[in-house]
């Protein structure tokens, strides 16, 4: 198979998991929210999404945990290998030792954690530009962190919250931010269709809004955020979708 071919499968079979995931409603609690950069996104739009973060942590758990219980399976080890060459990542080869104890896969895989970690970085970003084109998909992911948020599994820093209990909004939308989100919408107001694109800097018209809005645990990310026309932005509230 072509090493297009072959990378675009991989991102393709990648994006399949994180959408059975978040079907799932699994994985949140593999993220750390102890980290800084996790926990600000929450507070403020970042290139780095929690999407990002998401989709990293879902393959690292199970790629893991796949080398974990590897016995014998060379037909893995091997596509293993081609996944590693396909992104040009250098690797130890494998070796069978003679002294097979049934955790060779793994001291493998432990060898080469630094090479797996840069593949899952990769395949991080490929996977993401596949799912933030799914406007659907990420309400359903904004709508499984809503409620992670809402049923207190995160330790929300209280510099994070507004008077009213909910995250702080955050009113500053960089031009990167900007034109990612109409590029995504196609200039469209998401709710009626009318096209904004001649409308795109006349900021009283184009309105950036949260999907899942704040007032329901919604939360300050570029995923987290559609393009609207003026007619159908006010009144939102904790309106979803």
């Keep these: 198979m072509p090493v297009v071919e072959f990378r675009l499968h991989r991102a393709y ?35 780095d999404t929690l999407l990002h973060y998401y989709i990293w942590a879902t393959i690292a758990v199970q ?20 996944q590693l060459r396909a992104y040009d990542i250098e690797f130890s080869p494998f070796a069978r030792s003679d002294d097979d104890e049934g955790d ?4 493998w895989f432990l060898q080469n954690e630094e090479a797996f970690e840069s593949l899952w970085g990769t395949l991080t970003y ?7 084109r799914d406007r659907s998909f990420l309400l359903q992911f904004n ?7 809402q049923a207190g599994n995160v330790a929300i820093p209280d510099t994070f919250i507004a008077n009213n209990g909910f995250l702080k909004r955050d009113g500053y939308f960089p031009a990167w931010l900007k034109r990612a989100i109409f590029h995504r919408d196609q200039g469209l107001c998401v709710l009626c269709q009318k096209d904004l ?27 987290n955020l559609q393009l ?11 309106h979803t979708g």
């Design 228 to 238: 609207l026309c003026q007619h159908c932005n006010p009144g939102r509230l904790r």
């Design 104 to 107: 060779e896969y793994f001291l």
């Design 126 to 132: 490929e996977v993401f530009q596949l799912l933030f």
């Design 143 to 149: 709508r499984i962190v809503a409620e992670h948020l």
């Design 13 to 47: 079979k990648s994006a399949s998991l994180i959408r059975n995931s978040v079907e799932a409603e699994y994985g949140l609690d593999e993220l750390d929210w102890t980290n800084d950069n996790v926990l600000g996104c929450l507070a403020k739009y970042s290139k």
């Design 197 to 223: 694109s001649s409308l795109f800097h006349t900021e009283s018209q184009v309105h950036f809004d949260h999907m899942v809005p704040l007032a329901s645990w919604g939360f300050n990310d570029p995923c």
């Design 63 to 82: 790629e893991r945990r796949y080398f974990r219980k590897c016995i014998d399976d060379d037909d893995q080890i091997d596509d293993a290998c081609d």
